[in-house]
């Protein structure tokens, strides 16, 4: 598992790269050579976007997201775990209809065969990816429910 956290991580940073090796080479061509990038502001837009999706797979998973533990820290064991297996059963539902929706729009995408203005790029394609990430994330929020099965009070 942690293999597969571990590419589903480097994925994300990757397509932050892209995102900043995209940026600032339409920089250079627009005010150095009075020239753009084809595409650029949809390729970055689908990057960033995929780049936010797989991130937040994994961040569901390893529990490395922002965290308020000030009512959580004050409570005993088992109100932890009640919390706990609350805040992960809320995060895991939302994830999961926010998967529905994004699967919905990319098949909308298919259907309508939308594309890139310049270079003519499939964008269902992106918005799959993009599905699969936070359904990932969705997944994780499960697995992390369930772990907390395992896990003593105290």
Same mark, same amino acid.
Request: glycine share 10%.
């Given at each position: 598992m942690?293999?597969?956290?571990?590419?589903?991580?480097?994925a994300?940073?990757?397509?932050?790269?892209?995102?900043?090796?995209?940026?600032?080479?339409n920089?250079v061509?627009?005010?150095?050579?009075?020239?753009?990038?084809?595409d650029?502001?949809?390729?970055?837009?689908?990057?960033? +976007? =995929?780049?936010?999706?797989? %991130?937040?797979? $994994?961040?569901?998973?390893r529990r490395?997201? *922002? &965290?308020?533990?000030? @009512?959580? +820290? =004050?409570?005993g064991?088992? %109100?932890?775990? $009640?919390?706990?297996a609350?805040?992960?059963? *809320? &995060?895991?539902l939302? @994830?999961? +209809? =926010?998967?529905?929706?994004?699967?919905?729009?990319?098949?909308?995408?298919?259907?309508?065969?939308?594309?890139?203005?310049? @270079?003519?790029?499939?964008?269902?394609?992106?918005?799959?990816?993009?599905?699969?990430?936070?359904?990932?994330?969705?997944?994780?929020?499960? @697995?992390?429910?369930?772990?907390?099965?395992?896990?003593?009070?105290?």
């Open positions: 942690d293999r597969f956290l571990r590419a589903v991580e480097v994300a940073s990757l397509m932050l790269g892209v995102v900043t090796l995209i940026t600032f080479t920089v061509l627009r005010y150095g050579f009075n020239s753009a990038l084809m650029s502001f949809d390729l970055t837009r689908m990057a960033q +976007g =995929l780049a936010l999706a797989w %991130g937040i797979a $994994v961040a569901t998973h490395e997201h *922002i &965290t308020i533990d000030g @009512l959580w +820290g =004050l409570l064991p088992r %109100g932890k775990r $009640v919390m706990d609350v805040a992960r059963l *809320i &995060t895991a939302f @994830l999961l +209809g =926010l998967t529905l929706a994004m699967a919905q729009r990319a098949a909308r995408n298919m259907a309508s065969n939308l594309s890139t203005a310049e @270079l003519g790029l499939p964008i269902w394609g992106f918005h799959a990816a993009m599905t699969l990430g936070i359904a990932l994330a969705g997944v994780a929020a499960l @697995l992390g429910l369930w772990s907390l099965r395992k896990r003593p009070l105290a």
